[in-house]
């Protein structure tokens, strides 16, 4: 049997008593990431790795939100989990769908080790 064409991986888990999804699936250009607590693709965010960057060890991502909310927290959000995608699959860009009930730290970690589990880069 040939192998799928786009590579998919998801899992669920409760972060702080919330149902939690997640969904990642590998493109030849992005990573695409869904997080909702709602079923739903929610805000979408691109998250690029910032060419501009002058520090290696330290690189600059930008956020910009192509559909829905466009408020400060969904940019801290989409940085930190988008952040964390890109460097784990090689400072690749991520597109980010966001629909969470619970942002908080400690919820941002808790779904930093869902995305670990679906992935598939």
Known sequence: MAAP????????K???????EVVCTEFSNYIFVVLTQ??????LISVTPDSRSNDISTP???TKVLLGKDEPMTHVCAKN???F???????????????LKDSSIDAV???KEIIKSCQIW
């Open 38 to 43: 709602y079923g739903k693709i929610g805000t």
């Open 81 to 83: 989990l988008g952040m």
């Open 5 to 12: 064409i786009i590579k998919s991986k998801q899992a669920q």
């Open 60 to 62: 600059s991502f930008s």
């Open 14 to 20: 409760e972060v702080n008593g919330i149902p939690t």
């Open 85 to 99: 995608v890109s460097q784990e699959a090689g400072s690749r860009p991520v597109l980010l769908g966001l629909a």
């Open 109 to 111: 970690k808790q779904i």
